[in-house]
Structures are given as C-alpha cells and as structure tokens.
C-alpha cells in the first residue's frame, strides 16, 4: 500500500470507539415531569417476572431495534411502551451522554419532558412493576453514597501465557469501579440508573 492511499483513507475516517461493531446497542430517556411542587424524575420499577434484573429501579429504555432510525427513537418508543403513554407526551428531547459498560455495551442518554399526569400513565405489567417519581430537587440537595466493586482478570486455561513477558507471573490491572446509591424513602437507586443520575445531576450543577 501507498503512503498517499494511507493518506486518503484516514482524510475520510471519522473516529469511533474501538471495537463499536460488536457493541450492544442501548438507549434511555431520564424523563422529567413537572408537578405542583416542581420537576420530578419518572422511574420505573422493573417487573418480578423480569429474566434480567427482576424488581430493580429503572429510567424507560432499551434494545436498539433495525426498526429505529435513531438512537433517540429507541428511547421515545421503549417510553411509550413501558410507560403507557402517547408519543404527543413525550416532548424536548435532548441527547445526553453516552457510556461504554464493561460488558460490551453501548448505552445512549436522553433527557426529556413527560406531559401526563402520573396516574394516567398506563405502565406495561410485563416490564414495568410500578411507576414513581422523585423531586429533582432532592438529587440536587443529596449525595450519593458510594461503594465500589473490583474485578479481576482471570485467563482461561488455555491462555498463551508464554507468549508475555513474566509468563504466568504476569502482574494483571484489577479494576475498582465505582457503585452509587440513593436511598428515597423505601426505594432504592443504584447500578447504571444511578450512575447516568450521577453525571445529569453533576452536569446541572456545573
């Protein structure tokens, strides 16, 4: 290959992150409603029937489908299917930030405004256990507490350890990562829902 065909396919290259292909592909939405005593943030409660997760606190979200022309569609669609609300409900739509989870996903964030009263919401019994909302103010005012979880590599057995320096003494990076939780009354917040939390609220505040 010539220097000037390397030249011209990084002139046209965007960049991505490495390895998107194989990336699962989620999106949510951190849905604010206005009360009489201001702006709340719509949660879910995922239902007990759930294979994944059963009776964890949620924002709406879900599988990119093909059937969604964007990674905002997916959150306005997975929305009014869990919710049980129209689309005419769902208004201002803004992208937030995106995360890479350490298990090969790719999770998009939105934030937008719910106009339905929360007992005219129609939640979805096959994912969605109850609906609540909590005060903005109180995520402004209050500190997550925070713990942290490690995660070590292990090779496989087969692993070509002598193919690296130090062999089977290799010395492997552990991973600390960081777990918030928010305790409201009886409900507890915690996981990706807490942690996406973290950064809006952080954002706001900045």
């Known amino acids: 290959m010539k220097p000037e065909e390397i030249l011209e396919k990084m002139r046209s290259h965007t960049p991505e992150v490495l390895g998107n292909q194989s990336f699962r592909n ?10 009489d005593d201001g702006l709340h943030l719509v949660f879910e409660v995922r239902s007990l029937n759930m294979r994944r997760q059963p009776g964890e606190i949620c924002f709406p979200g879900g599988k990119v489908d093909e059937e969604d022309d ?12 869990e919710l049980g609300v129209n689309e005419r409900h769902i208004t201002q739509v803004f ?6 989870s350490p298990f090969g996903m790719k ?31 109180f995520f402004m005012e209050t500190k997550p507490e925070v ?6 590599m292990k090779p496989d057995e087969d692993f070509p350890f002598d193919l690296i320096p130090g062999g ?10 960081p777990e918030y939780f928010y ?3 009886d409900k507890v917040i915690w996981g990706l829902t807490a942690s996406v939390l973290v950064h809006f609220i952080d954002m706001l505040q900045s």
């Open 183 to 185: 305790q409201y009354g």
């Open 26 to 35: 989620y999106s949510i939405l951190l849905p604010l409603l206005e009360k």
């Open 95 to 100: 992208p937030f930030d995106f995360m890479i």
């Open 107 to 137: 999770i998009s964030t939105y934030v937008g405004f719910i106009h339905c009263a929360e007992e005219e919401m129609n939640p979805n019994p096959a994912e969605v256990e109850e609906v609540f909302t909590v005060p903005l103010s």
């Open 70 to 81: 964007r990674e905002k569609d997916t959150a306005i669609r997975e929305a009014m299917e």
């Open 168 to 177: 089977r003494r290799y010395e492997w990076t552990a991973r600390r990562f």
């Open 147 to 152: 713990h942290y979880v490690n995660v070590e």
